[in-house]
């Protein structure tokens, strides 16, 4: 192979090394170019850490100190995985690639389903036992999911996204109308405004901005929605007065964990739906940046999920998989190196330990913050959708089996008492949109798909 020429020094933002040249991934870039990609990552994926959090701790009605625990909790478990994930250890944990781990989303409805099946003071307790069972699956499975991925094809992984936005979506109408359904207010016209003023808000940046602005459009919406709720006397501050500047997560801050059975498969069920995530994730950032992303490389990575999700309980986690707008990020701005994203997780480390910059965001008033679910949550059912539209809905089989998952997965959401009459673990299970959903999928792939020779040709042709 020939060498190439040498060519003019470059300025302090090169990243040339002397000798043999680094992969782009490998680069450790000057700051004026580091800290600003970093500032990108951190802005893309904020207001997803902190959702989870949110919705569970508004959920479980955890006062103002609890909630902000959680909010630190969050963003410290997102900064540790985050940098296991970018530096990790070569040959055991980390794909090393500019890949962002956090609380994923996903778990948010079962965990929803666990807290209304559970009594007050148990809530958390049941949600983080299951969540610990749930990373010790992830680390067991981890190694051998390579030859489970043909069971979670487009089909079925389309299937469980499009439902986690859809039935998530009343929450941020609930938030739309003051967050609090107990409150005499609730749904009064000035929530309902403030809401309409946030999404219009980020609607506006979306169609106007440009850059890096549009790209931070959500969290704009929020800071402006926040500044117009103050005159209103709709923002509360008393968060900021009561939170400590520093501390470190306190170990079973909400008591030791409990493990119930149905909880335990509901959340075992949407792991397997964050590993295929984490997994396409992995394939994507691998392309996108040009380096081999082999089984042993997504072992790694599905352990960081593992590690992630099994101690984040401990501290006031949730279950921990991939973040696709980082991905997005990464191929938007061409910006390779593992070490900006590393020093995004860095930054979310740090601001998990000061709970009062955590504090910050338990400011932001709930009708603002349902404005701004609605664009986040729909735009998950709309990543799924677009999943769906590579997953072959030419053949009726494949028609019908999204039908029918759909379906399965609405029924909660438009009969909450449906399965009143089912035993506990059935209803903990059932009961989530997304469990089900994910589960009659699965179950009707293989009917389709891989029972009988016709079924294997027909995957075999599909994967060719």
Known sequence: MATPAKGPAEGPCSTRPEGPEVHPVDQKLHPSRLVPAALQHIAAMYAGV?????IIGQAVRLDTAGQTRLIAASLLIAGVATLLQTLGVKGFVGNRLPFVNAASSAGIAPMLAIAETNATGDQLPA?????????VFCLAVGPFFG???RFFPPLVTGVVITLIGVTLM???VAWAQGGDRTAADFGDMKYLALAAFTLLVILLIQRFGRGFVKQVALLLGL????????PFGMADFGALRSAPVAALPTPFAFGAPEFQPAAIISLCLVTLVLMTESSAGMLAIGEICDRETDGRTITRGLRTDGIATLLGPVFGGFPTSAFAQNVGVVSLTKVRSRYVVAAAGGALLVLGIFPVLGAVVSTVPMPVLGGAGIVL?????????RTLSEAGLDDSSNIILVAVALGAGIIPLAAPGFYAGFPSWAQTVLGSGISAGALVAVLLNLFFHHLGTHGRQAVALKSS
């Open 50 to 54: 902190v959702t989870p959090p949110l």
């Open 127 to 135: 949600i983080y036992g299951a969540v610990m069972v749930a990373g």
């Open 147 to 149: 030859r489970l991925l």
């Open 170 to 172: 009343p929450v941020p």
């Open 223 to 230: 800071l402006v929605g926040t500044l117009a709720a103050i």
């Open 377 to 385: 949550f729909g735009s998950i059912a709309v990543s799924g959708i």
